[in-house]
């Protein structure tokens, strides 16, 4: 994985080259889903299918951070299992 860089509106996310997903890190002082934009530009512009933000908890190991992405997102990925 390599880290992206900020590009304003053409941002990729916080890491590319993960294969069909786009991943942006977020480590703020309060989860704000919304903000965190998991069916965001990144993908578009990575031209990946999968994408997701991956939400830091305060204070926790990042273990324990949580995966958001969209839930039309969520029923193809299990639509994807075999």
Wanted: hydrophobic share 35%; glycine share 12%.
């Amino acid at each position: 994985m390599d880290r992206g860089v900020k590009h304003g509106r053409f941002d990729k996310g916080e890491f590319v080259n993960t294969g069909d997903w786009t991943l942006e890190c977020k480590a703020t002082k309060a989860i704000d889903l919304s903000g965190a934009r998991p069916g965001g530009g990144g993908a578009k512009h990575n031209g990946t299918k999968w994408h997701a933000a991956i939400i830091k908890r305060r204070n926790r190991d990042r273990e324990k951070a949580y995966v958001v992405m969209t839930l039309a997102q969520f029923k193809d990925l299990l639509a994807c299992r075999p």
